[in-house]
């Protein structure tokens, strides 16, 4: 057993290694070229900071016990752990250059998660590269990440690819006149794409056919966004659409050529961590 790794674990190469190191130089050139800044976080945090965001599962983080401080956990991504950066150290900074706002970050880590059960032997460790833009939302923060990730799949040299956009504030407030113990059924189904299940869950022939109608929301974004604008939609429903729509002209104007983009109003998770 010492001569083997643990069920998971996996040794990179010194090829693998090379080849990881050419996709991280490549994806860290764009990231300055957008001006974001490195960021490196602990490996360990509190297990309550990881599951402060709702999108980690306690039973995913591979977790370490302090009997005198409490529960640690190696980290299952980073979004959690920069948040808690920003406020513990960038925001309790006496620099003025720390307090400035936006704040353009990106790491490059490895992060930990507990395989699922039945998926013993499943890798255990993994290697991410992202951004965060933190202190701005909306439209233009919306596109700003948008493009980068455009432009890191073209620094890749990937071609024939496209990017999926989902809306995950548009597909609850859809899923809202569904009953409250149903809304969670349909929107699993819908997250993982299993029309089966749709189709024998007791709901009314009126609920079902709003769910089926919600599963097919996906395709070209002016056709989705037709089909949707169908619907009764609310106030609130309506800005969504109309802020969808700026954006895929936003995306589209900004670029040498429209963006291969598909609107996937399906594509949620089971969490409400994202939008």
């Known amino acids: ?25 490549h994806l860290q050139q764009v990231f300055h070229r957008w001006s974001y800044h490195r960021i490196i976080t602990s490996t360990l945090e509190w297990l309550d900071t990881l599951m402060a965001g709702g999108a980690v599962e306690r039973s995913t983080v591979i977790q370490l016990h302090d009997a005198e ?7 299952p ?3 959690a752990s920069i948040a808690r950066a920003m406020v513990t150290r960038i ?83 859809l899923l809202s006149p569904f009953p409250k113990p149903m809304q969670d059924k349909v929107r699993q189904a819908i997250a993982y794409l299993d029309r089966v299940s749709l189709e024998t869950l007791p709901l009314s022939p009126e609920l079902r056919e709003r769910a ?24 609130s429903e309506h800005e969504i659409v109309s802020n969808l729509k700026s954006l895929v002209e936003l995306l589209n104007s900004s670029s040498a050529s429209p963006l291969p983009i598909v609107l996937d109003l399906t594509l949620v998770q089971t969490f409400d961590y994202y939008t």
């Not at 001569?3 to 130089?25: F, S, Y």
């Not at 401080?69 to 980290?75: D, F, H, K, V």
């Not at 089926?212 to 604008?229: E, I, S």
């Open 91 to 173: 925001a309790g900074s006496n620099s003025e250059a720390c307090l400035s706002l936006p704040q353009r970050l990106y790491y490059n880590a490895n992060v930990f998660r507990r395989p699922t059960i039945g998926n013993h032997g499943r890798q255990l460790e993994f290697y991410q590269s992202g951004v965060e833009l933190l202190g701005v939302g909306g439209l233009l923060a919306d596109g700003e990440i948008l493009l980068l990730l455009a432009d890191c799949l073209n620094n890749l040299g990937l071609q024939q690819w496209h990017l999926i956009l989902g809306e995950a504030r548009l597909t609850r407030s």
């Open 1 to 25: 057993m010492i001569h083997q790794p643990p069920p998971g674990a996996r040794d990179l190469l010194p090829l693998e290694v090379t080849q990881k190191r050419w996709i991280a130089n």
């Open 212 to 235: 089926l109608f919600l599963f097919d929301l996906r395709g070209d974004p002016a056709d989705v966004l037709q089909k949707v604008a169908s619907l009764d939609l609310d106030s």
């Open 77 to 79: 991504e980073l979004t």
């Open 69 to 75: 401080e409490g529960t640690l956990g190696l980290r």
